[in-house]
């Protein structure tokens, strides 16, 4: 499963369990906001306990991106022992400010810079 367009790439492995996002995710078009949405949906359908988040290579993000991420992990608060385990760069600046209210909605979340 993947969704790409001209500035953003997200790839689902499925052997990985992984969601690898590249590129700047700028959902400010209706169309792009609905794709990645249905994309997490698919990933949620998957009855996973746990996902790895892969944003390292994701250089920049605006309020509609973490909004989406924001209530992707809002709805794992429910399901019990959910994992959620973000891997982030150090290098740039915005993800460990911005990502780190992840935790707010879904308090086992598991960041880790490189």
Request: glycine residues 4%.
């Amino acid at each position: 499963m993947e969704y790409k367009n001209e500035t953003i790439h997200i790839q689902f492995d499925d052997a990985a369990n992984r969601l690898k996002f590249s590129g700047r995710l700028r959902a400010q078009d209706n169309s792009v906001f609905y794709a990645i949405n249905e994309l997490l949906q698919k990933v949620n359908e998957l009855h996973r306990s746990s996902l790895i988040i892969d944003v390292r290579s994701l250089e920049d993000i605006n309020s509609s991106g973490l909004g989406i991420l924001y209530r992707f992990a809002a709805s794992k608060r429910d399901n019990g022992n959910y994992s959620l385990h973000i891997k982030a760069n150090q290098k740039i600046l915005w993800q460990e400010k911005r990502l780190t209210n992840l935790k707010t909605f879904l308090p086992s979340t598991v960041l880790s810079f490189s």
